[in-house]
């Protein structure tokens, strides 16, 4: 049934004549309540249902007269059928991202596991994969509930908020990575003291979590407002079902991230630039400084890690953009889906299958089982330090007399 809330003046362009019907088939609405807005599109609401409003543009019905049983006429609307697409692909999805997040958290594990890892760059990496995990797993769970139909619009409200937050978070720490390694080559090093290492983890989680918060409090605000529902601001999570949508996903999720992905390659590209000059400056010093020298060499191993990180990360949102942009082309979906399983694992790949870490683990399972050799090395490597040190004093000694 037609609800009617305020008048309108029409212009002559505002409705044309149709002959026939505009597609095959169509559908007569007249058991929910339905509303054409001023910008020509046609509500229909459907209170039961997630979404609990269809919007249809105006190529995609027609309005009518129509002669019920009573005799009375009644205007009603013809719409073109579109049945709703398979939601087959959600069991595939979710799988997927699933198996991601195993790869994701099996890498959490080792970098919280061993001590060497968890300096300033390892406890942002964990931060970073953390956040990406939560984002992750929930929107696998929102997808597994809608396949079963066993979710509310009120839990698949919560839930936009909650992977909106982490997906965002996500990506202010690959941003933090992406600074910290230019703030690294731009000379301004805290040498390794723990304190400075900590306060700027401190500053970097307070911009990481506290820009997320806001956007998601602010995305909340909007759609709990009483903006009109063609307001270009309204996030409509309400009316369009599970998760962002159309144009308010491009504002809200695609206009952060891609402001987010300019910057990270700003960064890259001054970080590259600045470990050519001192890849040209070590040639001229010819071993000199050896331990500036290996600390440059470690930071740009860090940086080479960084921007696989990034590629992969990048590739996958690609894919994300492409596919919300083409709906109907299944491949695109199918890939963007095998792809989701590659990205936890090549994440795993990339920051825990090296020689160096794996020597690490040995090293730390060695030492919790109480292995004699562990402590011998150790002992060793010990007696090694003091036996040096105190030749030294007897040197000084020496010279002194």
Known sequence: MVRFLKTVDLKKDSLDVIFGKPCQPMFFEDENEWFIQEDGNLYVEIPSSIPNVLIYGPDKYCIDTFVSDD???????????????????????????LISCFFILLTVAVYAWLPELRNLHGMVLMAYLLSFFVGFLFLATMQILILKKEITQDLCTVLTF??????????????????????????????????????RFIYYAVYAFGVPTALTVLLAALEFSELPIQHPLLPKLRLQGCFLYGNSKLLYLYGPIVILCVANMTFFGLTAFKIWKIKNETKMLRGKESSTHDQDRKETQRFTLYVKLFTVMGINWILEVVSSFYPDADF???????????????????????????????????QLKGDPLSRTQTTTSTSTRVHSTSRDEVQLNSIKK
């Open 332 to 366: 695109f979906w199918q890939f963007s889906d095998a792809y989701n399983v590659l990205v936890g694992l090549i994440i795993f790949v990339i920051f825990v299958c090296k020689k160096k870490t794996w020597q690490m683990i040995k090293k730390r399972y060695r």
């Open 71 to 97: 005799d009375k006429p009644h205007l009603n609307a013809l719409i073109c059928f579109a049945p709703k697409p398979e939601q087959n692909n959600y069991g595939l999805s979710s799988s997927c991202m």
């Open 162 to 199: 909650i992977i909106y937050f982490s997906l965002l978070a996500a990506f202010f720490w690959l941003n933090v990575m992406c600074y910290d390694i230019w703030w690294t080559f731009s000379g301004k090093r805290a040498h390794g003291r723990s304190g400075s290492q900590h306060k």
